[in-house]
């Protein structure tokens, strides 16, 4: 029996509906409401890897007693100021890998053995150990700072950047502040010059501490050198101890010191 026209037209009509269905549905955009664009991911830098631990140390903050006999000031000249022993100083560290963590810093006086804890990068990546005296403190006019590294206790080394024999062309061990910070090969990310309402601040901000606008800036072993380049000191860094001799620290406002990448052991 054959099938009658009007089946036959039918089964055409059905079949160009479900063709036309087909088509309007391949031709229609994929629709991702409230969902945002979504963009290739390109120069994407992986977050550094940071692993910040507490680690123990010991800081000597030690005046230099200058045995020369003083010589008499001349008639109407203004007296020497006059170092306050009980000054307090406090010392922090920031990482380059994470350069906002909120560290506590640690708080140490003159002319004692303090021990302290510090919050140290065990990543291997460089770091900054940052001094600053309390408002209004100064630094002796003669010191010597030691920073010894428990190392039996904290498994991890320190060492001066510029202590590494890979290095060439290191920068001298100098002065920092706002005015001269990019000149230097710090990740810039460790330094603030603005307060949180953008304006700018009298100094250097490092890991909270302002280390003014005249800092040492530690940098390897070797002489030490003011604005004038005149010789004011001497940095050593040999059997776990970062040692610095300052013989004139006039306008001296804070410590910055530069560590190579932590090796852990």
Do not use: H
């Not at 026209?5 to 391949?26: D, E, K, P, Q």
């Not at 229609?28 to 991911?41: F, H, N």
């Not at 909120?102 to 065990?122: C, G, Y």
């Amino acid at each position: 029996m054959k099938p009658s026209r009007i089946r036959i037209m039918l089964y055409m009509l059905l079949l160009i509906g479900v063709l036309s269905l087909i088509l309007a549905l391949l031709s229609t955009p994929y629709i991702t409401e409230g969902l945002d664009e979504v963009k290739p991911a390109i120069n994407i830098q992986p977050k550094p890897e940071s692993d910040i631990l507490p680690k123990s140390y010991i800081v000597e903050l030690m005046q230099t007693k200058d045995t020369t006999l003083p010589t008499l000031p001349a008639f109407g000249a203004a007296q020497p100021e006059v170092f306050n022993p009980e000054t307090a100083y406090y010392i922090n560290t920031i990482s380059t890998n994470n350069p906002k963590a909120e560290n506590k810093s640690a708080i140490f006086k003159v002319d004692r053995p303090n021990p302290i804890v510090l919050q140290m990068e065990t990543v291997k990546a460089e770091s900054f150990i940052v001094i600053a005296p309390q408002e209004g403190g100064k630094f002796p006019t003669k010191f010597t700072f030691d920073l010894t590294n428990n190392k039996s206790e904290n498994k991890l080394s320190m060492d001066l950047w510029g202590s590494s024999p890979s290095l060439e062309n290191v920068p001298s061990n100098s002065i920092i502040g706002a005015d001269n910070y990019t000149s230097y090969p710090y990740p810039k990310e460790v330094f603030q010059t603005k307060d949180k309402e953008g304006k700018l601040i009298d100094g250097l901000m490092m890991a909270g501490l302002n280390v003014g606008n005249n800092a040492l800036n530690i940098i390897g072993v070797g002489r030490i050198f003011d604005r004038n380049f005149t010789d004011i000191g001497e940095v050593q860094n040999m059997n776990d101890k970062i040692s610095i001799t300052c013989n004139n620290s006039n306008g001296i406002t804070g410590i910055v010191i530069y560590l190579g990448k932590a090796v852990s052991e």
